[in-house]
């Protein structure tokens, strides 16, 4: 008879937080997770933000015990749907490969453990879910040993969370809405590499670490079920936006990009203020990084930064190496002098961040 494997196998991994300058809002299938339009990222330094998996299953582990998730040291539920669609298409590639090689330990058998952790506070609109469900994905993947390229990977973090697509690359990235009802063709692509334009860098303004009041997932199902606005978004303002924000980075041309990036952050959250009952995910103090934005530029006499607001109040700001010390230094200026704006918001003032190269 042969002797149980025993061994524990193991496998980590760190995955970075992308911040979308086309916004993904609305899913057009909320059990494939597939998005009503396509949506366009830039994906930030792991040294700054970024969620450290590792993954281990053994055949050791009490199998009673079932799958677990420690994420930044409690016990998190993975019997929900999401968790449960990317482990259960992470065994289906295992399991493809034991078949396929029999003398493979049956790994995907094994019982899951996966600990995780941020280096930023979890859902305060700061994408934690993003990095999270790209880096469970990849440790699984790793751990596997899954021949699966990101793009393959793209497919399954999809499904955690619809953004954690677009953390499996570096630089610049687009997720591809699709129009397959399986969802086969809704993947994540790199459009440009951190070094084709490495001079772009990203400030945080933290205005609260709370978490957020409306979840991603729900405000966008609301928005989708009652705003008229939004259908108008999906129809014409993001195709023409995801077209004129692929020339702007092929083109390094910041101005264009500052300002598709402000005027689709301002859509999204005009279709969440259409939505009925209203969702409001910017406060006064993101309105205060908003006018803080504006005055630098228009004191610039051009477009040097770039604000953008998730499903939280935190301002990303965008610019570009050479103006760090008009963007950044203003901010802290200007938002010094604002009433409203907290000493903590900028505190929070996160050092600037270059370009994830890709993980
Ligand atoms: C505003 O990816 O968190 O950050 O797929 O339901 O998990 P689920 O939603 P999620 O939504 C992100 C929305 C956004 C815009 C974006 O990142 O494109």
Redesign the pocket.
Known sequence: MATADKKVYRASTTAPV???VV???G?RDPKL?LPTNS?L?VTLSQADLRTLTTASCSAAYPASEGDSLLLNGEAADVTNA?TQACFRELRRRRAALEAASPALPKLSTYPLRLVSENNFPTAA?L?S??AGFAALVRAVADLYELPDSPAELSLVARQ?????C?SLFGGYVAWRAGSREDGLDSVADQVAEAAHWPEMRAVVLVASAEKKGV???SG?QQTVATSGLFRERVATVVPANMARMEKAIADKNFEEFAEVTMRDSNS?HATCADTYPPIFYMNDVSRAAVRAVEAINAHAGRAVAAYTF??GPNAVIYYLEKDAEVVVGTLYHVLGDTEGWKREALSGLKASMSLDSGV
């Open positions: 992308n911040i979308a916004k993904y809002w899913k997770n949506s990222s999401r609109g994408a879910s993003a955690g969370s619809g953004s954690a677009r979840s991603s997932t966008m999204f998730d499903a």
